[in-house]
Antibody, heavy 127, light 107 residues
Framework: QLQLQESGPGLVTPSETLSLTCTVS??????????WGWIRQPPGKGLEWIGS???????YYNPSLKSRVTISMDTSKNHFSLEVTSVTAADAAVYYC???????????????????WGKGTTVTVSS | DIQMTQSPSSLSASVGDRVTITCRAS??????LNWYQQKPGKAPKVLIY???SLQSGVPSRFSGSGSGTDFTLTISSLQPEDFATYYC?????????FGGGTKVEIK
């Protein structure tokens, strides 16, 4: 059974770097042409897609965060990671990781949806 | 990047009501549109993919429709467990994006 688990510090100092890891069990992050994504949710607000890494290692980032975000993968540990630099209070949120695999074939490309999510980890930004 | 706009942002309804939520994309996304349900303190769960296909295990009272830029999620008969927040999300572009969410509350 596929499971994703986020881990990392729950408290980050303003202007420092937020680092989180998503450990995947039950599937290989290099198989199945999946994207592996990071999504966050500030308190009381909606979901914000941060970025994704394709199984091949290609990355895609939300344009509004691109200058501060890096997503990487470690196939030997079967996990992928998120770094957000120069954090402020606006980066405080629940951070989720999710698998985004291809499903049926569509007219131009496969249909993808985020079918398995981690439970989320809360990050607070404070000195 | 593709912007997703949902309406309404919240609604109040009673058990048994028919509920409709709309989602509009800023450009043509064909039918590369997913719907998620999120309950407080929990991760989102996919309900509908490819605009109208029901995810395995999801009750048939949920349905989706639309293509191009305009989409709809319908709950045919609202049940107590359906009170939650619903999000649309496009998968047309590798640069994913979500709608702002619609909170369905008890009237």
């Amino acid at each position: 059974q596929l499971q994703l688990q986020e881990s990392g510090p729950g408290l980050v100092t303003p202007s420092e770097t937020l680092s989180l890891t998503c450990t995947v069990s039950g599937d290989s992050i290099r198989s199945g042409r999946s994207y592996w994504g990071w999504i966050r949710q500030p308190p009381g607000k909606g979901l914000e897609w941060i970025g994704s890494i394709y199984y091949s290692g290609v990355t895609y980032y939300n344009p509004s965060l691109k200058s501060r975000v890096t997503i990487s993968m470690d196939t030997s540990k079967n996990h992928f990671s998120l770094e957000v630099t120069s954090v402020t209070a606006a980066d405080a949120a629940v951070y989720y990781c999710a698998r985004d695999p291809p499903g049926t074939t569509g007219t131009t490309h496969d249909y993808y949806n985020m079918d398995v999510w981690g439970k989320g980890t809360t990050v607070t930004v404070s000195s | 990047d593709i912007q997703m706009t949902q309406s309404p942002s919240s609604l109040s309804a009673s058990v048994g009501d028919r509920v409709t939520i709309t989602c509009r994309a800023s450009q043509n996304i064909n039918n590369y549109l997913n719907w998620y349900q999120q309950k407080p303190g929990k991760a989102p769960k996919v309900l509908i993919y490819a605009a109208s296909s029901l995810q395995s295990g999801v009750p048939s009272r949920f349905s989706g429709s639309g293509s191009g830029t305009d989409f709809t999620l319908t709950i045919s008969s609202l049940q107590p467990e359906d009170f939650a927040t619903y999000y649309c999300q496009q998968s047309y572009s590798a640069f994913r994006s979500f709608g702002g969410g619609t909170k369905v509350e008890i009237k």
